[in-house]
């Protein structure tokens, strides 16, 4: 079968379709036949070049060249331990090497696709959308009324986030460039920020939480504009186009500085790691479904253009989702 690869860190040009054998699943294993997957920032920035990123994934090579997390459709084979899936099932959710005609999964980490949700809707939802619901939810412990702005609002995540804000009853505020005021609107801002003509943390409006998918400001300026017992969530790494040393080591210093400051002061910062949950991605199925909840995918790639996939993703300017489809 022929699968997205990696052997060796660097620029999108390492990422190349090989053939590889069909994976056989385990005891708890559900084997996929893959109809569509999705990119998301990590999976860019496991193949980039950085110390940090060596000692992690492999200090020489890769120790685990398959790439790909969010995966879309039909079971094909289950492991003797399965009892919630049948061949033939349509699915969704998270797997190793899901950029890949056939993929693997765990039994826990997959749910029933629901039939008016399409493949490529499907394999956008798993990362990006249990990020956007785990932090505003679990972190941020967003409510009803509450005064609520996405930093990064059109990305992968960003446009998830708005989404789910505005389902939870939140007055939504997005941060966005010109060109994707129109798109932030139609997917339910309240209010929109350009951030080439303004920046939020020097506005008079509070926020009750802030979900900061960007990290491009001090938490002395987030700080200013939090209300008394606001919470700032900070769910990314600063965008694609930061190299993976310079995202790992954000992640760590704000980690470090947010604990300080959430351990002194009234006012919450809040970093977590996004967890494979099947009630969770039933719930946004299940949004979906309501129409409360609307992938906004912005490109779609065959299985064999995925480098270039990658190297779009890599700009940094991604609009919502970019998937990967075996049906192109």
Known sequence: ??????????????????????????????????????????????????????????????????????????????????????????????????????????????????????????????????????????????????????????????????QIAKSFGADVTAVCSTR?????????????????KEDFTKSDQRYDVIFDNVCNHSFFERRRVLTAKGICVLAGMGGAGVKGGQAIGRIAGNLFTARGFSRFTDQKFAQYITKMNKDDLIMLADMIQAGKLKPVIERTYKLSESPEGFRYLNEGHARGKITISANQ
Not at 43 to 66: A, E, H, I, N, Q
Not at 73 to 91: D, L, M, R
Not at 180 to 196: C, E
């Open 1 to 162: 079968m022929k699968a997205i690869r990696y052997c060796e860190y660097g620029s999108a040009d390492v990422v190349k379709l090989d053939e590889v054998e069909k994976p056989v699943p385990n005891d708890n294993q559900v084997l996929v036949k893959v109809q569509a997957a999705s990119l998301n920032a990590l999976d860019v920035y496991l193949t980039r070049d950085s110390l940090l990123g060596r000692l992690m994934f492999g200090l020489r090579k890769p120790r685990d060249t398959r790439l790909g997390r969010d995966v879309a459709g039909q079971v094909e084979a289950i492991g003797k331990n399965v009892t919630q899936f049948k061949p033939g099932n349509e699915v969704f959710g998270t797997c190793l090497g899901a950029l890949a005609d056939y993929a693997c999964a765990s039994e826990r980490a997959l749910v029933i696709k629901p039939p008016n949700v399409s493949f490529e809707q499907a394999a956008s939802l798993p990362v990006a959308g249990l990020t956007a619901l785990q932090g505003l939810r679990d972190q941020g412990k967003i409510q009803t009324g509450q005064k609520v702005l996405i930093n990064g609002a059109t990305g992968g995540v960003g446009t998830f986030a708005v």
């Open 180 to 196: 994707n005021v129109d798109l932030v609107r139609s997917i339910g801002a309240d209010h929109v920020i350009d951030y080439t």
